[in-house]
Every structure is written in structure tokens, then in C-alpha cells.
């Protein structure tokens, strides 16, 4: 299976480094179209596939054709590959907002999947969920979710509008935990830690969790209420937190990047 990627930039090259580290592919078999002459020249030295500035020059070849530029450069793109495409190829978007249905109506294009990745796909750690229209066969859909995989989990969602929660939850989830991270950082400092063991006690304190939640069959719920002991300092916290609404404020602001990824799709 011959694979195009479109966009040779952080999403595109980390596809294509996941797919030859993961040997679902060869570097024969797959070939990056990237605009910039820069970028394209720096792929090339990378050995990462066959390098192209042109579309119509590797197009044709393609099997599956991955879209990974920005949403905004996504209509010169289609206009530009629109006499080449073939009806049996399929196409993956990762690009935020672009819905399927501009996707099959400006391209004429049938077999489409548009998936929503997450920033740690760039270190194998990702969360990508992903939706495709019927003509899709579900040989191909196991395929593309196993090159999917190669970056992380997977989640097929059923209804297309479920990619802009997604959005919201996974999507821009792990600027949540930075911020998260960042106040307890400056709570650290405040208390008088310097720069560098304030954030080593909160990133090993993220770290910590993190792997030992994944390692339990126990929910946040029971963690919390293991390790708040009556009149501690974990209860005071949460007492704290729970005073000043915290739970709804970062509900409020998933709901928020929900809205805003909704008013995206409709431009
Ligand atoms: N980064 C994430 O974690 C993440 C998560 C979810 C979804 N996404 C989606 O992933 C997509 C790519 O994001 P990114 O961060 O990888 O962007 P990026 O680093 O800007 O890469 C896009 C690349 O595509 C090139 N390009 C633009 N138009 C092209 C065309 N017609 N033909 C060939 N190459 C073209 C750009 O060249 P120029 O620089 O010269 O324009 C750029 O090198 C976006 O649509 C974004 O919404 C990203």
C-alpha cells in the first residue's frame, strides 16, 4: 500500500516516523508532498520516503492520501488535487474543522476518514479518535486504524460531530494538564522552591499518578478518597478546591473549546 502524506510539518512528520518506526510501512512505500522547498529539502535528508513539490506528481500512486497541512491551506490543496484523485483511494484528514462533507463535495472524493489527533502522538502517547463515511470498507478502516495506532489509542466514533467533543476533551486536554501543572508549579515556588525543584516535584508528581492510575483497576474517585484522610492536607485542598468551584470551571472551559471547535466547523 502506497501512502501520501500532504504536509511535511510536525503532524505529517510524525506520521511518517511512526509508520517506518512501527514497520507497518517502508520508506519505498511512502511519499511526502510538502510546498515548502525548504521543509522538502530538510525531509529529504531524513530518508523518511520520496520527497515531492508537486501533487500531480505523486498523487496517482497513492492508496491513502494523508492530509496533515492546516485547515486554512485545505482549499487550495483540494482544488489542486481535484483532477488527479481516483475514487478508490482513500483519504485521511487530521485537519482540525474540515468537516467530511467538504472533504466528498469540493474533491469529489468517497472514501474519507477524518481523524483527531493529540499532541503526545508526537511521542507514541497519543489519543486520535476518528470517524469515516460508509464507502469506507472495513479492511481499510482496520488499516488506517492500525497506522493510526502506531502514534497511540484509538477511538472510532460513530457520529461525526463527536470529532469537535473530542476536540475538546483530548484535543486541547493536554493544554488542561499543563496549566494544571503550570499553578502548581507557581504554588511551589510561592512556597519557596526554586524554578527547577518546583517543577521537579510536580512533573515526577504528574508522572507518578499518571502510571500508577494506569496500573489500577481503581477509579479517581477512590484514589482521591484513599489518599484525602479526614482533617489532612489532601482534604483541605480539595475542600478548597471544591469552595471555589474548580470542577465546574474546568468543565466550563471543555464546554467552552466544544463550542468554539462547533463556530470553527461552521466557517
Ligand atoms: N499538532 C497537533 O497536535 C494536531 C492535533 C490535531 C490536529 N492537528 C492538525 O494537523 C494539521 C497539521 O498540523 P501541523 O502542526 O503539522 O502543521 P504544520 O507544522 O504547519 O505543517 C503543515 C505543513 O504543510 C505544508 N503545506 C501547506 N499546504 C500544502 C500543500 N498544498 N501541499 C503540501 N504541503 C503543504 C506547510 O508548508 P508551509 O509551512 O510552507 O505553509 C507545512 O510545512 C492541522 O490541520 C492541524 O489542525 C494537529
Request: charged share 20%; hydrophobic share 40%.
Amino acid at each position: 500500500m502506497k501512502i501520501l502524506i500532504i504536509g511535511g510539518g510536525n503532524m505529517g512528520l510524525t506520521y511518517a516516523q511512526s509508520f517506518l518506526n512501527s514497520h507497518i510501512t517502508t520508506k519505498e512505500n511512502m511519499m511526502i508532498l510538502e510546498k515548502s522547498p525548504e521543509k522538502a529539502a530538510q525531509l529529504a535528508k531524513k530518508d523518511i520516503g520520496t520527497v515531492y513539490g508537486e501533487a500531480k506528481d505523486c498523487i496517482k500512486t497513492a492508496d491513502l492520501v494523508i492530509f496533515a497541512v492546516k485547515p486554512q491551506d485545505c482549499e487550495k490543496l483540494f482544488a489542486d488535487l481535484k483532477p488527479y484523485i481516483d475514487l478508490q483511494q482513500v483519504f485521511l484528514s487530521i485537519m482540525a474543522g474540515v468537516k467530511i462533507s467538504t472533504i466528498t463535495e469540493v474533491m469529489g472524493a468517497k472514501k474519507v476518514i477524518r481523524a483527531m489527533p493529540n499532541l503526545p502522538a508526537q511521542i507514541g502517547m497519543g489519543m486520535t479518535a476518528f470517524h469515516s463515511t460508509d464507502d469506507v470498507t472495513r479492511i481499510e478502516l482496520v488499516m488506517v486504524q492500525n497506522l493510526l495506532a502506531t502514534t497511540g489509542k484509538t477511538l472510532y466514533v460513530e457520529n461525526e460531530s463527536s470529532i469537535d467533543a473530542v476536540t475538546a476533551i483530548s484535543g486541547s486536554g493536554p493544554a488542561y494538564v499543563w496549566y494544571f501543572m503550570q499553578s502548581m508549579t507557581q504554588a511551589a515556588r510561592d512556597m519557596g522552591f526554586t524554578e527547577s525543584e518546583a517543577e521537579l516535584l510536580v512533573n515526577q508528581t504528574f508522572r507518578g499518578t499518571i502510571n500508577l492510575h494506569t496500573k489500577s483497576n481503581l477509579s479517581c474517585d477512590e484514589w482521591i478518597s484513599r489518599v484525602a484522610s479526614k482533617g489532612g492536607t489532601t482534604e483541605a485542598a480539595l475542600a478548597s478546591f471544591e469552595k471555589n468551584e474548580l470542577k465546574e470551571d474546568i468543565i466550563n472551559g471543555a464546554k467552552a473549546a466544544l463550542d468554539r471547535a462547533i463556530e470553527l466547523g461552521k466557517k
